[in-house]
């Protein structure tokens, strides 16, 4: 079912020193800020040469990284996102093994203009899992 590692997101409190930190420290590349209120996130991507890591930091008040910085105050690994072929298939046959979907169970167009899905981390060791179809 898993294709590729898609991304890996880090919820961070402050995003222009989240980014400096990439971009000056570690001598990554890094994109401009992208502001995403239906997600309630602003990203900012940091390009590798096998993947990405998306640095997120809280938009709006109901943004869904606000309650993870509150327990993580520094910042912490969010997410991990894997390809898959078809998220629909990805889907249903995740739910027949009894794993859980968060919210509606229908795809939703993520940060890529992609259909994307996430897994409760109760059901994968502690992680947030999203799926995105490519
Ligand atoms: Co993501």
């Given at each position: ?44 991507f940091v390009e590798l040469p096998n993947t990405k890591v998306e640095l997120l930091e809280p938009l709006g008040e109901a943004s869904p990284i606000a309650a993870f910085l509150e327990k993580n ?62």
């Amino acid at each position: 079912m898993l294709g590729r590692v898609n991304h890996i997101a880090i919820a961070v409190p402050n995003l222009t020193a989240a980014t400096a930190s990439y971009r000056d420290t570690l001598g990554a590349a890094v994109s401009q800020p992208q502001v995403l209120p239906d997600h309630g996130v602003t990203v900012v991507f940091v390009e590798l040469p096998n993947t990405k890591v998306e640095l997120l930091e809280p938009l709006g008040e109901a943004s869904p990284i606000a309650a993870f910085l509150e327990k993580n105050p520094s910042g912490g690994m969010h997410h991990i996102c894997y390809e898959v072929d078809d998220i629909l298939a990805a889907r249903d046959e995740l739910a027949a093994s009894g794993a859980r979907v968060l919210g509606s169970g229908e795809p939703k167009i993520g940060a890529h203009g992609k259909p994307v899905l996430f897994l409760h981390p109760k059901d994968f060791f502690g992680t947030l899992i999203e799926l995105e179809q490519v």
